[in-house]
């Protein structure tokens, strides 16, 4: 019955718990470990804020929330800040030659070559994701904000601190801290546990009708909910459960940033959409983004951001030539092709005019090039098919198009390769020479780089210096939900350098998402504000299209800026 002594014992055990976490060699193990311990932090939560709620201290409560979400992802993002850059236009040529067969073809030719590529200290080389670090990474601080950067200095340039609002979903309730700007903390605990909060969200995404696998897939949860309400009613309850017990300690300046830190079924809510008693949306209140956890946020803006908007470097792909019918992640899945996201790719790069843009269509719009030279962009736009995988994220998708023997110009004596008719950005393959006796090698015949761009390819190779990267393709922002977020693609590219996506949590119409995305960039490259620029975009999008289902999907993840 004594909650405050009781959150003392709880906080050992999270110490404990992180010392454990550290023997475990990778990310989806160290996910794992606190995921398998939710019942245990939902007890630690629940102590912390009834201690809140007898004190009126809910730092209390905030500072159980930041520590029950798994703390692996900013430990991923520091070690991986140690990499060293990869040269801008290079891709192993055993990667090239024979991609996924590479570790049957070493078996079969008898030969085994190492990486061309440095790797940090101690780590492993043969796994397709990131390893564990040194001991201790995941012991969390008292606050987040006195976590150690990545190179142990502060970034004298980093953005201000931002007001979090944060959620953790227990089974019987929801508490919600709002952190402010000069670290003090207020809150309150709403009576909604985490599954009634699930039944609640999908019945508000039947009413929005963006339930709909639409050639992905979706939670089975969402496909169970029965709509019995309209988008209004639940909206307004679903703002009154979540956002009007905070509301008094929110911004009255609605160009403030809140940056929102969901839980669990609360990555599929669309925030933005939610009405209050007035009948403004959330987002007319206040410009929002979102991030997995402060100790996330805190790292990304720790690292620079190197961006001239003067002098942007984008990389824009759209309506890449379609694989047809697939079977991957548990589904049989038609692509058919996006002319309208073609259009959007066309007008988009008319922005830029005067910057360096490259355009990417069809069959230019190639994974070979992307996997080559995604390091020398400042952004990256891609307009095309997604497919998230709930049950194996990693093997979450983007299609580009597949590089075949036809497609290819290759120059054995040079090691290079460039795509036909298309001499941009020619791809140097790093180890060529090594290959260069081996009679047997059936590549030479018959090169190939495939199309479909994996989250784990994304987190284990990328090397990302990208201010904004957008991935225009279907529920782009979705995935597996754990106590680290939403495990899937913005998982990925936070992990691989991006410091802001913007992704979406369903397919929407052509006419719409062209409208909001030409908007958006305008003000991106008007004045770089990302969170600014989409609260705009909304706006204007919804002058043309007033239903939430054809703006409310669009996410900023990561810095606003």
Not at 70 to 96: C, D, H, K, N, W
Not at 278 to 285: D, W
Request: proline share 6%.
């Amino acid at each position: 019955g004594n909650a405050q002594e009781a959150e003392a014992h709880f906080d050992r055990y999270l110490t404990e718990l992180g010392h454990f976490t550290n023997s475990w060699q990778t990310d989806q193990g160290r996910v794992g470990i606190f995921e398998n311990q939710y019942a245990m932090l939902a007890d630690y939560v629940n102590a912390a804020a009834q201690a809140a709620v007898e004190s009126g201290d809910f730092s209390i409560a905030r500072r159980a929330t930041e520590r029950s979400r798994a703390p692996v992802l900013p430990s991923l993002i520091r070690s991986r800040a140690g990499y060293p850059q990869a040269e801008p236009g290079r891709i192993e040529a055993r990667t090239f030659l024979y991609g996924d067969d590479w570790y049957d073809a070493q078996r079969d030719l008898r030969i085994s070559f190492p990486p061309t590529h440095a790797m940090p200290p101690n780590q492993a080389t043969n796994t397709p994701v990131q390893m564990a670090i040194s001991v201790g990474d995941l012991d969390a601080p008292a606050d987040d904000w006195e976590l150690p950067s990545r190179d142990g200095a502060a970034n004298a340039d980093a953005p201000p601190m931002p007001i979090l609002l944060e959620y953790f979903s227990a089974p019987d309730k929801t508490v919600i801290t709002v952190r402010a700007t000069d670290g003090t903390v207020d809150g309150a605990v709403a009576d909604v546990g985490a599954d009634e909060l699930e039944e609640l969200i999908g019945r508000f995404l039947q009413s929005l009708r963006v339930d709909r696998p639409r050639g992905v897939v979706t939670a089975a949860a969402l496909e169970a909910a029965t709509a019995s309400a309209s988008p209004d009613e639940i909206s307004r309850q679903l703002h009154e459960l979540l956002i009007a017990p905070v509301s008094p300690y929110l911004p009255r300046d609605p160009g403030v940033d809140v940056v929102i830190v969901p839980h669990l079924a609360l990555w599929r809510l669309p925030f933005a959409a939610l009405k209050d008693d007035a009948g403004a949306y959330f987002n007319e209140r206040h410009r929002l983004s979102y991030i997995s956890s402060g100790s996330t946020w805190r790292l990304i803006a720790d690292g620079p951001r190197n961006v001239d908007l003067r002098r942007l470097k984008a990389w824009i792909g759209g309506n890449p030539v379609m694989p047809g019918t697939i079977e991957r992640c548990g589904t049989t899945v038609t692509l058919q092709t996006l002319p309208g996201a073609e259009e959007e790719a066309r007008a988009i790069q008319e922005l830029f005019e005067g910057q360096a843009a490259e355009l990417f269509l069809g069959r230019q719009a190639d994974n070979l090039r992307l996997s080559a030279w995604h390091a020398e962009f400042d952004v990256l736009h891609l307009a095309t098919h997604g497919l998230a995988c709930p049950g194996d994220p990693l093997s979450s998708f983007l299609v580009l198009s597949d590089v075949g023997p036809a497609d290819v110009v290759l120059d054995r004596a040079a090691g290079r390769v460039t795509l036909s008719g298309d001499p941009r950005l020619p791809v140097t393959l790093a180890g060529w020479e090594r290959f260069a006796d081996i009679e047997e090698l059936r590549a030479y015949e018959a090169p190939s780089y495939g199309g479909l761009l994996e989250a784990r390819t994304v987190i284990s190779d990328f090397r990302l210096n990208a201010d904004l990267v957008t991935l225009s393709a279907c529920q782009t922002g979705l995935g597996q939900l754990s106590g680290e977020g939403m495990i899937g693609f913005t998982r990925a590219f936070l992990a691989a350098g991006a410091r802001s996506l913007l992704v979406s949590l369903w397919k929407v119409d052509d006419a719409a998402t062209k409208t909001l995305m030409l908007h958006f960039y305008r003000e991106y490259l008007d004045h770089g504000d990302k969170s600014r620029a989409l609260q705009t975009a909304i706006e204007r999008t919804r002058g043309d299209f007033p239903d939430p289902e054809h703006w409310a999907a669009f996410s900023l993840i990561g810095l606003a800026e």
